[in-house]
Protein backbone atom coordinates (compact mmCIF):
# COMPACT_ATOMS: atom_id res chain seq x y z
CA UNK A 1 0.00 0.00 0.00
CA UNK A 2 1.57 3.11 -1.01
CA UNK A 3 1.52 7.02 0.76
CA UNK A 4 1.63 9.85 -0.56
CA UNK A 5 2.85 13.06 2.24
CA UNK A 6 3.62 16.68 0.60
CA UNK A 7 4.92 19.06 2.40
CA UNK A 8 4.85 22.88 1.78
CA UNK A 9 8.04 24.99 2.54
CA UNK A 10 9.05 28.64 1.12
CA UNK A 11 12.61 30.49 0.58
CA UNK A 12 13.46 34.19 -0.44
CA UNK A 13 16.08 33.92 -3.57
CA UNK A 14 17.54 35.92 -6.12
CA UNK A 15 19.19 35.29 -9.56
CA UNK A 16 19.62 35.87 -13.04
CA UNK A 17 20.16 34.42 -16.17
CA UNK A 18 23.41 35.35 -18.12
CA UNK A 19 25.91 33.35 -20.75
CA UNK A 20 29.73 34.66 -19.84
CA UNK A 21 30.88 34.93 -23.08
CA UNK A 22 27.79 37.26 -24.58
CA UNK A 23 27.81 40.58 -24.50
CA UNK A 24 24.91 42.43 -22.13
CA UNK A 25 22.69 42.81 -25.39
CA UNK A 26 23.49 39.13 -26.38
CA UNK A 27 21.93 38.02 -23.10
CA UNK A 28 19.25 40.84 -22.94
CA UNK A 29 17.94 39.15 -26.27
CA UNK A 30 17.88 36.06 -24.77
CA UNK A 31 16.72 36.77 -21.29
CA UNK A 32 15.29 40.03 -21.40
CA UNK A 33 15.32 41.78 -18.04
CA UNK A 34 16.29 38.17 -16.42
CA UNK A 35 19.63 38.98 -17.50
CA UNK A 36 20.21 42.07 -15.34
CA UNK A 37 23.35 41.13 -13.52
CA UNK A 38 22.16 42.92 -10.62
CA UNK A 39 19.86 40.00 -10.16
CA UNK A 40 15.85 39.75 -9.45
CA UNK A 41 13.79 37.69 -6.63
CA UNK A 42 11.12 35.87 -5.60
CA UNK A 43 9.52 34.35 -3.17
CA UNK A 44 9.80 30.79 -3.68
CA UNK A 45 7.49 28.11 -2.97
CA UNK A 46 8.67 24.66 -2.94
CA UNK A 47 6.32 21.29 -2.71
CA UNK A 48 8.29 18.15 -1.74
CA UNK A 49 6.02 14.89 -2.19
CA UNK A 50 7.56 11.49 -0.71
CA UNK A 51 5.72 8.11 -1.42
CA UNK A 52 5.86 4.94 0.29
CA UNK A 53 4.67 2.17 2.63
CA UNK A 54 3.72 2.83 6.14
CA UNK A 55 5.64 1.16 8.62
CA UNK A 56 4.33 -1.08 10.96
CA UNK A 57 5.76 0.39 14.10
CA UNK A 58 4.57 3.41 14.07
CA UNK A 59 2.11 3.98 11.15
CA UNK A 60 3.96 7.06 9.34
CA UNK A 61 5.48 6.61 5.67
CA UNK A 62 8.34 9.03 7.54
CA UNK A 63 8.13 11.55 10.67
CA UNK A 64 7.43 14.51 9.35
CA UNK A 65 9.71 16.24 11.91
CA UNK A 66 12.56 14.07 9.48
CA UNK A 67 11.35 15.15 6.37
CA UNK A 68 11.08 19.02 7.45
CA UNK A 69 14.98 18.59 8.67
CA UNK A 70 16.16 17.20 5.64
CA UNK A 71 14.75 20.15 3.49
CA UNK A 72 15.69 22.58 6.03
CA UNK A 73 19.08 22.13 5.74
CA UNK A 74 19.62 20.58 1.80
CA UNK A 75 17.53 23.40 0.42
CA UNK A 76 16.50 26.28 2.59
CA UNK A 77 19.89 26.47 4.02
CA UNK A 78 21.31 26.58 0.49
CA UNK A 79 18.76 28.92 -1.10
CA UNK A 80 16.97 31.46 1.47
CA UNK A 81 18.56 34.90 1.70
CA UNK A 82 20.97 33.86 -1.41
CA UNK A 83 21.63 34.92 -4.70
CA UNK A 84 21.99 31.77 -6.59
CA UNK A 85 24.33 32.73 -8.87
CA UNK A 86 26.70 33.58 -6.12
CA UNK A 87 26.43 31.42 -3.67
CA UNK A 88 24.87 27.83 -3.97
CA UNK A 89 27.60 25.76 -4.92
CA UNK A 90 26.06 23.69 -8.08
CA UNK A 91 25.45 26.90 -9.80
CA UNK A 92 29.13 28.44 -8.71
CA UNK A 93 30.74 25.25 -10.02
CA UNK A 94 28.89 25.57 -12.87
CA UNK A 95 28.92 29.50 -14.61
CA UNK A 96 26.48 27.70 -17.42
CA UNK A 97 24.05 25.95 -15.63
CA UNK A 98 20.91 29.10 -15.23
CA UNK A 99 19.18 29.15 -12.09
CA UNK A 100 15.80 29.01 -13.70
CA UNK A 101 13.38 27.05 -11.85
CA UNK A 102 13.35 24.18 -14.53
CA UNK A 103 17.03 23.63 -12.94
CA UNK A 104 16.65 24.86 -9.37
CA UNK A 105 13.77 22.43 -9.29
CA UNK A 106 16.41 19.36 -10.41
CA UNK A 107 19.03 20.49 -8.29
CA UNK A 108 16.47 20.28 -5.21
CA UNK A 109 15.88 16.60 -6.63
CA UNK A 110 19.86 15.59 -6.59
CA UNK A 111 20.26 17.63 -2.95
CA UNK A 112 17.38 15.59 -1.29
CA UNK A 113 17.19 12.33 -2.85
CA UNK A 114 20.51 10.77 -1.03
CA UNK A 115 18.74 11.82 2.24
CA UNK A 116 15.78 10.11 2.28
CA UNK A 117 15.94 6.38 3.47
CA UNK A 118 12.67 5.25 4.36
CA UNK A 119 10.70 7.21 1.50
CA UNK A 120 11.30 7.78 -1.86
CA UNK A 121 10.97 11.54 -3.13
CA UNK A 122 8.07 11.32 -5.67
CA UNK A 123 7.90 15.25 -6.93
CA UNK A 124 9.27 18.38 -6.64
CA UNK A 125 7.12 21.09 -7.31
CA UNK A 126 8.21 24.49 -7.47
CA UNK A 127 6.64 28.01 -7.73
CA UNK A 128 8.38 30.95 -8.80
CA UNK A 129 5.54 32.79 -8.49
CA UNK A 130 1.80 32.18 -7.97
CA UNK A 131 1.14 31.73 -11.81
CA UNK A 132 4.34 30.25 -12.46
CA UNK A 133 6.10 27.01 -11.06
CA UNK A 134 7.52 23.58 -12.54
CA UNK A 135 7.65 19.71 -11.53
CA UNK A 136 9.94 17.38 -11.81
CA UNK A 137 9.83 13.10 -11.30
CA UNK A 138 13.37 12.62 -11.53
CA UNK A 139 12.83 12.01 -15.21
CA UNK A 140 16.52 13.18 -16.01
CA UNK A 141 16.00 16.19 -17.80
CA UNK A 142 12.45 16.14 -18.19
CA UNK A 143 10.66 19.19 -16.68
CA UNK A 144 6.68 20.04 -16.49
CA UNK A 145 6.03 23.90 -16.71
CA UNK A 146 3.03 25.46 -15.70
CA UNK A 147 1.79 29.12 -16.49
CA UNK A 148 -1.66 30.42 -15.25
CA UNK A 149 -4.04 32.59 -17.32
CA UNK A 150 -7.06 34.34 -16.31
CA UNK A 151 -9.51 35.91 -18.58
CA UNK A 152 -13.26 36.71 -18.64
CA UNK A 153 -16.31 35.29 -20.37
CA UNK A 154 -20.08 34.94 -20.08
CA UNK A 155 -21.90 32.06 -21.63
CA UNK A 156 -25.04 29.66 -21.66
CA UNK A 157 -25.57 26.24 -21.07
CA UNK A 158 -28.05 25.26 -23.79
CA UNK A 159 -27.78 22.27 -26.20
CA UNK A 160 -29.28 22.51 -29.36
CA UNK A 161 -30.17 18.20 -29.21
CA UNK A 162 -32.38 19.07 -26.30
CA UNK A 163 -35.78 20.84 -26.14
CA UNK A 164 -36.09 23.81 -23.98
CA UNK A 165 -37.79 22.21 -21.21
CA UNK A 166 -34.97 19.69 -21.38
CA UNK A 167 -32.59 22.63 -21.01
CA UNK A 168 -34.02 24.01 -18.38
CA UNK A 169 -34.56 20.78 -16.62
CA UNK A 170 -30.74 20.23 -16.71
CA UNK A 171 -29.13 23.25 -16.85
CA UNK A 172 -31.34 25.33 -14.40
CA UNK A 173 -30.32 28.64 -13.65
CA UNK A 174 -27.22 28.29 -16.11
CA UNK A 175 -30.06 27.89 -18.75
CA UNK A 176 -30.45 31.89 -18.46
CA UNK A 177 -31.48 33.08 -21.67
CA UNK A 178 -29.06 35.85 -21.27
CA UNK A 179 -26.09 33.93 -20.15
CA UNK A 180 -23.77 34.65 -16.77
CA UNK A 181 -20.54 35.19 -16.70
CA UNK A 182 -16.80 33.79 -15.73
CA UNK A 183 -13.68 34.29 -14.18
CA UNK A 184 -11.88 31.65 -15.95
CA UNK A 185 -8.41 30.46 -14.64
CA UNK A 186 -6.54 28.74 -17.11
CA UNK A 187 -3.35 26.62 -17.03
CA UNK A 188 -1.29 25.50 -19.66
CA UNK A 189 1.55 22.84 -18.58
CA UNK A 190 4.06 21.87 -21.13
CA UNK A 191 6.51 19.16 -21.08
CA UNK A 192 9.95 19.01 -22.39
CA UNK A 193 13.85 18.09 -21.71
CA UNK A 194 15.73 21.48 -20.64
CA UNK A 195 17.42 23.40 -22.79
CA UNK A 196 21.22 23.76 -21.97
CA UNK A 197 21.28 26.81 -23.37
CA UNK A 198 18.72 28.53 -21.85
CA UNK A 199 17.51 26.03 -18.58
CA UNK A 200 14.48 26.13 -19.70
CA UNK A 201 11.45 23.70 -21.26
CA UNK A 202 9.80 26.75 -22.93
CA UNK A 203 10.45 30.40 -23.75
CA UNK A 204 7.90 32.01 -21.64
CA UNK A 205 7.35 34.85 -23.58
CA UNK A 206 6.48 33.10 -26.40
CA UNK A 207 4.37 31.12 -24.51
CA UNK A 208 2.62 34.62 -23.32
CA UNK A 209 2.09 35.87 -26.55
CA UNK A 210 0.35 33.17 -28.08
CA UNK A 211 -2.34 32.48 -25.24
CA UNK A 212 -3.01 36.34 -26.33
CA UNK A 213 -3.32 35.75 -29.78
CA UNK A 214 -5.11 32.66 -29.91
CA UNK A 215 -6.91 32.51 -26.48
CA UNK A 216 -7.32 36.12 -25.65
CA UNK A 217 -8.68 37.36 -28.36
CA UNK A 218 -11.05 35.30 -29.16
CA UNK A 219 -12.91 34.58 -25.64
CA UNK A 220 -11.87 37.51 -23.15
CA UNK A 221 -14.56 39.63 -22.87
CA UNK A 222 -16.87 37.58 -24.99
CA UNK A 223 -20.51 35.92 -24.96
CA UNK A 224 -18.99 32.50 -25.97
CA UNK A 225 -22.44 31.32 -27.52
CA UNK A 226 -23.05 34.39 -29.55
CA UNK A 227 -19.71 35.67 -29.70
CA UNK A 228 -17.47 33.07 -31.21
CA UNK A 229 -17.37 30.63 -34.43
CA UNK A 230 -16.33 28.03 -32.20
CA UNK A 231 -19.80 27.77 -30.15
CA UNK A 232 -22.41 28.24 -32.12
CA UNK A 233 -23.28 24.68 -32.44
CA UNK A 234 -22.04 23.44 -29.93
CA UNK A 235 -22.53 23.44 -26.16
CA UNK A 236 -20.28 25.68 -24.47
CA UNK A 237 -20.06 23.49 -21.01
CA UNK A 238 -16.38 23.68 -19.99
CA UNK A 239 -15.67 20.18 -20.70
CA UNK A 240 -16.21 20.95 -24.35
CA UNK A 241 -14.55 24.65 -23.82
CA UNK A 242 -11.23 23.40 -22.11
CA UNK A 243 -11.22 20.53 -25.43
CA UNK A 244 -11.96 23.45 -27.93
CA UNK A 245 -8.71 25.35 -26.37
CA UNK A 246 -6.67 22.29 -26.47
CA UNK A 247 -7.10 22.23 -30.19
CA UNK A 248 -6.57 25.73 -30.63
CA UNK A 249 -3.58 25.68 -28.28
CA UNK A 250 -1.86 22.60 -28.88
CA UNK A 251 -0.80 23.31 -33.11
CA UNK A 252 0.64 26.60 -31.76
CA UNK A 253 3.29 24.89 -29.13
CA UNK A 254 5.00 22.99 -31.12
CA UNK A 255 7.92 21.82 -31.23
CA UNK A 256 6.95 21.94 -27.10
CA UNK A 257 4.69 19.40 -26.35
CA UNK A 258 1.61 20.35 -24.66
CA UNK A 259 0.88 17.88 -21.39
CA UNK A 260 -2.38 19.28 -19.91
CA UNK A 261 -5.01 22.14 -19.28
CA UNK A 262 -6.90 23.04 -16.55
CA UNK A 263 -9.98 25.55 -16.85
CA UNK A 264 -11.41 26.41 -13.98
CA UNK A 265 -15.10 27.89 -14.24
CA UNK A 266 -15.22 28.76 -10.47
CA UNK A 267 -13.05 28.30 -7.24
CA UNK A 268 -15.50 24.77 -6.87
CA UNK A 269 -14.87 23.25 -10.01
CA UNK A 270 -11.79 23.07 -12.66
CA UNK A 271 -11.78 20.38 -15.39
CA UNK A 272 -8.52 18.94 -17.00
CA UNK A 273 -7.68 17.68 -20.45
CA UNK A 274 -4.89 15.50 -21.65
CA UNK A 275 -6.02 15.81 -25.50
CA UNK A 276 -6.44 12.18 -26.99
Keep these: MCYYLTRRVEFEAAHYYRIPELSD???????????????????????????????????????????????????????????????????????????????????IWQSLIPHLQNAKLHLVHLYEESALSVEYYGEGQMVYLTKMYEFSASHRLHSIALTDEENKEIFGKCNNPYGHGHNYVL????????????GMVADIDLLDQMIEKQVFSRFDHRHLNLDTVEFEKVNPTSENFVRVLWEIVEPHLKPVALHRLRLQETPKSYFDYYGN
Design 25 to 107: EENYDLFGPMSNPNGHGHNYVLMVTVKGAATASDGMLINIKDLDGIIRKRVVAEYDHKSINLQHPAFIQDLYLQPTSENIAIQ
Design 187 to 198: EVTVKGEVNPKT
